[in-house]
């Protein structure tokens, strides 16, 4: 049973084999600070849901999709217990369940959730804000999916330009928006302009 201190530096080390792309090796050890922090601190403590929170994306980008899904709902739940159900971080939280489920093929019931993170980060964050931008594209890019094209088209409205003029032209969140606009313009047929984009 590791101590508080190699706790951190197997988190650290974690970090690192992600970093270096051993996915497999970070998720090992992610898992192992994650059981450590439970039975020490708790499993609703704030360093134990971090480390929940970090296993649960090394799973996802693994495709341990269905242990990564429980695992954001798991850090959900604890994120409401603690910061209520309006706390950015809560509402991240749930962004990053949606998402996952998304990849599991459950795609209305992520579009509900990230409909509601969306607009409870537009009052919370404000429209320029960088998590609610990617809420909105994320959204948008979904009921594109979903052949949902006029919807889609109404959540993206103006984010584009919002997102250029609050983080500028070569900011990630803005170049991923102007993306996912060309292929909503392809779902619509307007390929010359969605090409230009892209």
């Known amino acids: 049973m590791p101590n508080r201190s ?5 988190y650290d080390l974690a970090r690192l084999m992600e970093d270096r792309g051993d996915l497999q090796t970070a998720a090992f050890l992610c898992r192992q600070v994650c059981e450590h922090r439970g ?7 704030p360093q134990t849901v971090a480390a929940m929170r970090k296993l649960a994306s090394l799973l996802m980008d693994t495709g341990e999709l269905e242990e ?26 749930s962004a ?13 019931a ?3 959730i990230l409909g509601k993170v969306m607009d409870a980060q537009r009052v919370l964050l404000g429209r320029e804000h960088r998590d609610y931008l990617t809420t909105v594209g994320n ?8 052949g949902q094209l006029k919807q889609a088209e109404s959540t993206l409205g103006d984010a584009v330009a919002v997102a250029s003029r609050a983080l500028g032209d070569t900011h990630q969140t803005t170049l991923v928006l102007e993306a996912k606009a060309a292929r909503l313009g392809f779902a619509f047929g307007d390929t ?6 892209l």
Do not use: F, N
């Not at 039975?39 to 403590?45: K, M, N």
């Not at 695992?71 to 971080?89: F, I, K, N, T």
């Not at 990053?96 to 209305?108: I, P």
């Not at 010359?192 to 984009?197: D, F, G, I, L, Q």
């Open 6 to 10: 190699e706790d951190a530096k197997i």
């Open 39 to 45: 039975e020490t601190l708790g499993e609703q403590a």
């Open 68 to 93: 990564a899904s429980a695992l954001y709902h798991s850090v959900w739940r604890a994120s409401c217990s603690q910061d209520g159900e309006a706390h950015p971080r809560t509402l991240s939280a």
């Open 96 to 108: 990053d369940w949606a998402m996952c489920l998304v990849a599991r093929g459950h795609l209305e």
């Open 110 to 112: 992520a579009a509900s």
């Open 139 to 146: 959204l948008s890019d979904l009921q594109r999916q979903l």
């Open 192 to 197: 010359a302009s969605a090409e230009a984009t």
